[in-house]
Nanobody
């Protein structure tokens, strides 16, 4: 079993930055691909970013490219999502997810079997 706990959400103005963190406990963190998804009110959950278990591959949704950066620290059992140049359309609950030794596909929510409880990100205009 893997437990994931997100933190770092909050209220920020347009153009601001936030850093989300996902703390993992349980089995060997370095063997799990980590991802971030988000869900806005009235919308389906969507993929944001992922980093493979070995850190060799990162993937981003088009709207996140150039603004968001996903990273992992295996020594601290954490994954992070640095979000810059935030826009109101980034407002959503952000979820951390993981899957053992996943290489691809990285952007399907159905592939991930461990999820955190979510953290709210609100970007004001």
């Amino acid at each position: 079993q893997v437990q994931l706990v997100e933190s770092g959400g909050g209220l920020v103005q347009t153009g601001g930055s936030l850093r989300l963190s996902c703390a993992a406990s349980g089995r060997a963190f370095s063997t799990y691909t980590m991802a971030w998804f988000r869900q806005a009110p009235g919308k389906e959950r969507e993929f944001v970013a992922a980093i493979t278990w070995n850190g060799g591959t990162t993937s981003y949704t088009d709207s996140a490219k150039g603004r968001f950066t996903i990273s992992r620290d295996n020594a601290k059992n954490t994954a992070a999502l640095q979000m810059n140049s935030l826009k109101p359309e980034d407002t959503a609950v952000y979820y951390c997810a993981s899957r053992y030794l996943l290489n691809s596909p990285l952007d399907s929510g159905r592939i991930y079997n461990y999820w955190g409880q979510g953290t709210q990100v609100t970007v004001s205009s």
